[in-house]
């Protein structure tokens, strides 16, 4: 459970079982409004989150965390073009840009659908990790939430890591 | 009707192209559109063109959307512009903060055309 005093008001939050459902929820809204991309749930999980493009969007305050998006290049590519009525090209550049764009939404959009972190939580700018060989190390986290939805049949991964 | 000349302030040049396109896809005529990255290089846009819109996000680097708000206080072409806050930002305080400012109004990332028709529309009077 994250802490966060304010004002001598501690705003704590802990996380609830509900809100895999919330962050399902925040990011099919995200792509279908801000993309066209119909995003679905896989009757089974397709296994471990892969792809070489990583957006990440920090949280801190009555929730400390980070929120992910994760999925291959091609889908990457896909998804920028839809967002750009097909401007994004091959430009790598606009393609991270779009991608931090939409876990920045999907983040937005997540803690507005939160009451309790509406005004006690704060977003970081996003970051965009190009490539596979990488592991990220952060503190011990003591929550979380990942799940895979199917845009076009290719896995889009999500996560929500929550620290102590 | 009017066609508009538009400035959008928006660190992601995605986002700012994103913005433009759902303007039209709202079903405003548009005869300009001007981008700017931050509230900086939003004043300084102003310093050469006049506009009918401005439309701006909260969350930027250098000069964010709510010193963006105060500066236009000081500059004469300004003055009558509707400026509309487009964000991801979910606090209510820093959304009422940009209306205290002089913001006309706020629309919240993702959003629809339609959506931006519905905010836009009392502002822009024929435009729409």
């Known amino acids: 459970?994250?802490?966060?005093?304010?004002?001598g008001v501690n705003y704590a939050v802990k996380p609830e079982a509900n809100w895999k459902a919330v962050l399902e929820c925040a990011a099919m809204e995200v792509?279908?409004?801000?993309?066209?991309?119909?995003?679905?749930?896989?009757?089974?999980?397709p296994g471990q989150p892969h792809g070489e493009q990583t957006a990440m969007v920090g949280m801190a305050g009555a929730l400390c965390g980070m929120l992910t998006i994760r999925c291959t290049s091609a889908t990457a590519e896909k998804l920028a073009g839809m967002m750009l009525s097909g401007e994004a090209a091959l430009n790598p550049s606009v393609i991270g840009d779009a991608m931090g764009e939409l876990c920045n939404m999907?983040?937005?959009?997540?803690?507005?659908?939160?009451?309790t972190l509406a005004d006690h939580c704060m977003l970081s700018v996003p970051t965009v990790i190009w490539g596979e060989d990488y592991f990220m190390q952060t503190v011990q986290p003591n929550a979380g939430f990942q799940f895979a939805l199917s845009f076009e049949g290719?896995?889009?991964w999500f996560s929500l890591v929550i620290h102590a | 009707m009017k066609k508009l000349h538009v400035l959008i302030v928006d660190d992601s040049s995605v986002m700012r192209k994103i913005v433009e396109r759902s303007l039209r896809q709202a079903g405003l005529?548009?005869?300009?559109?001007?981008?700017?990255?931050?509230?900086?290089?939003?004043?300084?846009?102003?310093?050469n063109s006049a506009f009918d819109l401005i439309l701006s996000d909260i969350n930027m680097p250098a000069m964010d959307g709510l010193e963006f708000l105060r500066s236009l206080a000081n500059v004469p072409s300004a003055k009558n512009v509707p400026v509309v806050m487009i964000t991801t930002?979910?606090?209510?305080?820093?959304?009422?903060?940009?209306l205290s400012v002089g913001a006309k109004g706020y629309i919240r990332k993702p959003f629809t055309p339609e959506q931006i028709k519905e905010r836009l529309a009392p502002l822009l009077g024929g435009a729409l």
Do not use: C, H, W
């Open chain 1, 1 to 7: 459970m994250s802490s966060f005093v304010s004002q």
């Open chain 1, 31 to 45: 792509f279908s409004m801000m993309a066209g991309a119909e995003l679905t749930r896989f009757t089974d999980e």
């Open chain 1, 106 to 115: 999907y983040a937005g959009n997540f803690k507005s659908k939160i009451s």
């Open chain 1, 154 to 156: 290719e896995p889009v």
């Open chain 2, 29 to 47: 005529e548009l005869e300009e559109v001007r981008e700017a990255g931050n509230g900086a290089e939003a004043l300084a846009e102003l310093q």
């Open chain 2, 89 to 98: 930002e979910g606090s209510e305080s820093r959304v009422v903060e940009a």
